[in-house]
């Protein structure tokens, strides 16, 4: 049964920072392809930040420069780094295992205030 807990959400203010967990259970979390992906109310859910197993990292536009993704296959989890965090990054911010059909966690909220 796998398993993706998130962790780490929050209200913070503009220019603050947080730091998301994922820790992930029933993946060989260590070949696997992860991902971090936020839906904002009223929008679509949209990738943010992606690791593969070899650590290549890719983020949309929007949080490059300002967000870092990281894993640690020692602890089957995986993180985001969220600095200078703006209004607009307010939404709820989902782990993605990019495994078989993938799999999401329940998702932890994200409110930055102005």
């Known amino acids: 049964q796998v398993q993706l807990v998130e962790s780490g959400g929050g209200l913070v203010q503009a220019g603050g920072s947080l730091r998301l967990s994922c820790a992930a259970s029933?993946?060989?979390?260590?070949?696997?392809?992860m991902g971090w992906y936020r839906q904002a109310p009223g929008k679509q859910r949209k990738l943010v930040a992606r690791?593969?197993?070899?650590?290549?990292?890719t983020y949309a536009d929007s949080v490059k420069g300002r967000f870092t993704i990281s894993r640690n296959d020692a602890k089957n989890t995986m993180y985001l780094q969220m600095n200078s965090l703006k209004p607009e990054d307010t939404a709820v911010y989902y782990c993605?295992?990019?495994?078989?059909?993938?799999?999401w966690g329940q998702g932890t909220q994200v409110t930055v205030s102005s």
């Open positions: 993605n295992a990019q495994v078989g059909n993938g799999y």
């Open positions: 690791i593969t197993s070899g650590d290549t990292t």
């Open positions: 029933g993946i060989i979390f260590s070949i696997s392809a």
